[in-house]
């Protein structure tokens, strides 16, 4: 039975994460949907990332198994014209070896969160940033994430949703960069638990504020205790920018 890994781009503003649903609303489903539709078989898609919902990707990975022998051009091209008109994009499709999976063959995972730190709201992009009206210091916050890297048990920034077995992760990037008028989080390791991103980047843009300092951020490190988590960054700001194997 041949297998396929695609690469997908999605804005995830109007889906309600990458995990199938009931309602049939997740990335997966419309993916699994549309596959059938041009292929006339029911697939199960499985992705390198569970993003959540309003989450974004446009590195995100995923395979599936079917029956029969597909041309990889038609599975991009068939699949994305099934996929329309929602925010989901077939980049591209190839054979891969049963040996591949998308989710467990990862070595790493890299995202981009995007802050957009300026008093007047944007407009084009209100969806994919989140906006922060008031000044952020970029080299504290720099410096402050420092303090994350490496190996630790961040149950701190661990939803009380999140399925991992264990809280214990390596982190192996955290950049703070200035780019224009946003502030960029650049963020890699092999694996993250559910709201990780999301929670650092809360805690950091306290850094940023005033309000913590580095110490602040590695004392709720250190208290393995979701209630010393700062404020949980909202989801449009994140994207899967890529996943490497």
Same mark, same amino acid.
């Given at each position: 039975?041949?297998?396929?890994?695609?690469?997908?781009?999605?804005?995830?503003?109007?889906?309600?994460?990458?995990?199938?649903?009931?309602?049939?609303?997740?990335?997966?489903?419309?993916?699994?949907?549309?596959?059938?539709?041009?292929?006339?078989? *029911?697939?199960? !898609?499985?992705? #390198? @990332?569970?993003?959540?919902?309003?989450? +974004? %990707?446009?590195?995100? &990975?995923?395979?599936?198994?079917?029956?029969?022998?597909?041309? *990889?051009?038609? !599975?991009?091209? #068939? @699949?994305?014209?099934?996929?329309?008109? +929602? %925010?989901?994009?077939? &980049?591209?499709?190839?054979?891969?070896?049963?040996?591949?999976?998308?989710?467990?063959?990862?070595?790493?995972?890299?995202?981009?969160?995007?802050?957009?730190?300026?008093?007047?709201?944007?407009?084009?992009?209100?969806?994919?940033?989140?906006?922060?009206?008031?000044?952020?210091?970029?080299?504290?916050?720099?410096?402050?994430?420092?303090?994350?890297?490496?190996?630790?048990?961040?149950?701190?920034?661990?939803?009380?949703?999140?399925?991992?077995?264990?809280?214990?992760?390596?982190?192996?990037?955290?950049?703070?960069?200035?780019?224009?008028?946003?502030?960029?989080?650049?963020?890699?390791?092999?694996?993250?638990?559910?709201?990780?991103?999301?929670?650092?980047?809360?805690?950091?843009?306290?850094?940023?504020?005033?309000?913590?300092?580095?110490?602040?951020?590695?004392?709720?490190?250190?208290?393995?205790?979701?209630?010393?988590?700062?404020?949980?960054?909202?989801?449009?700001?994140?994207?899967?920018?890529?996943?490497?194997?």
């Amino acid at each position: 039975m041949p297998r396929y890994r695609l690469l997908i781009e999605y804005d995830g503003t109007a889906f309600c994460g990458w995990q199938s649903q009931a309602e049939g609303t997740g990335v997966q489903d419309y993916l699994q949907r549309a596959i059938f539709r041009f292929a006339g078989e *029911t697939v199960v !898609i499985k992705g #390198a @990332g569970r993003t959540d919902a309003g989450v +974004h %990707a446009l590195g995100q &990975v995923c395979h599936f198994d079917i029956a029969k022998t597909l041309r *990889t051009d038609t !599975i991009r091209d #068939a @699949g994305n014209v099934h996929l329309r008109p +929602h %925010a989901i994009t077939i &980049v591209s499709a190839e054979e891969v070896p049963d040996s591949f999976d998308a989710r467990f063959s990862a070595v790493r995972r890299h995202y981009l969160y995007r802050v957009f730190s300026r008093r007047a709201p944007p407009t084009l992009e209100r969806h994919l940033v989140w906006h922060v009206p008031v000044p952020l210091d970029v080299e504290r916050m720099a410096e402050a994430s420092k303090v994350l890297l490496g190996r630790h048990d961040f149950t701190t920034f661990r939803s009380s949703d999140c399925q991992a077995k264990s809280p214990v992760k390596t982190l192996d990037q955290l950049d703070v960069v200035a780019a224009g008028g946003e502030i960029h989080f650049l963020v890699s390791a092999r694996s993250f638990l559910h709201n990780q991103v999301r929670s650092m980047v809360g805690g950091l843009r306290k850094v940023g504020d005033g309000r913590w300092t580095a110490a602040d951020l590695q004392a709720s490190l250190e208290a393995v205790d979701r209630c010393a988590c700062a404020p949980v960054a909202p989801p449009e700001g994140l994207c899967l920018m890529r996943v490497d194997y």
